[in-house]
């Protein structure tokens, strides 16, 4: 999931989602059914049809990292997932995460949000979460 979302102009909101499916030969139901329930998990389902144009910064940042998990990747690499997201925006992509990882995925996630942290601590108590700060 970069920090710059990359969605295709061309396609709707559902239509990138599914990109990974399609580029790997696997558009078949199921991945419908993934798709779906992803957009439904980020609240983002009723954009199904738009254009990225149409939608938000936030919207498009949540339609990517739907996109990164439709395919049920075994490690996601996430670039600062709740920058310029609202409170409850960047709490549905910290749920979204936990529930990734709950699942057995890894996540390596780069960002300034200690509440992100702070969420994905309190959600998988059991996981391995690490910090890492910079020397100035």
Do not use: Y
């Not at 390596?108 to 910079?134: K, Y």
């Amino acid at each position: 999931m970069p920090q710059r979302l990359c969605l295709l102009e061309t396609l709707t909101v559902r239509e990138n989602v599914l990109l990974p499916l399609a580029l790997a030969g696997k558009s078949d139901a199921e991945g419908g059914r993934r798709a779906d329930q992803l957009l439904r998990s980020l609240e983002i389902d009723q954009l199904g049809a738009r254009r990225p144009v149409a939608i938000s910064v936030g919207q498009a940042a949540r339609v990517s990292l739907a996109r990164a998990l439709v395919a049920h990747p075994r490690l996601l690499l996430a670039d600062e997932p709740t920058a310029a997201l609202d409170a409850d925006s960047a709490n549905l992509v910290a749920s979204a995460l936990a529930d990734f990882v709950a699942a057995g995925g890894a996540a390596v996630i780069a960002s300034h949000d200690a509440d992100l942290e702070d969420m994905l601590c309190q959600w998988l108590p059991g996981a391995s979460v690490q910090t890492m700060g910079l020397p100035r």
